[in-house]
């Protein structure tokens, strides 16, 4: 069974950080894609930033370019999302997601797995 179960999430003011993480299920595969997306309500979810198995990190979106670090460690089985100089619009609930497959895109329905979410609220 394929789980992911996201932490770290909570309150911060505007210019703080955060560091968000993601364990997942250790599977006997390694090819896989695993990524952060967020969600306000009213909007479609968006990818954030996605990293496949390896660590080669395939995309952040460009809001968050220069700000926000996506990693994971394998051996931990955990994947991690470090955010800094945080904005109101970073506001959302953060899903980690992941998919086996060879690459990662932003788009959702790209993912078969989802964890629960966490939320992250950035008052200015």
Not at 29 to 52: H, L, S
Not at 53 to 81: A, C, E, M, P, Q
Not at 84 to 104: Q, V
Request: proline share 2%.
């Amino acid at each position: 069974q394929v789980q992911l179960v996201e932490s770290g999430g909570g309150s911060v003011q505007a210019g703080g950080s955060l560091r968000l993480s993601c364990a997942y299920s250790d599977v006997p595969f390694r090819i896989d894609c695993m990524a952060w997306f967020r969600q306000v309500p009213g909007k479609e979810r968006e990818g954030v930033a996605g990293v496949t198995h390896n660590g080669v990190v395939t995309y952040y979106v460009d809001s968050v370019k220069g700000r926000f670090t996506i990693s994971r460690d394998n051996t931990k089985n955990t994947l991690y999302l470090q955010m800094n100089s945080l904005k109101s619009e970073d506001t959302g609930m953060y899903y980690c997601a992941r998919a086996f497959r060879n690459g990662c895109t932003s788009v959702p329905s790209y993912m078969g797995f989802w964890g629960q979410g966490t939320q992250v609220t950035v008052s200015s």
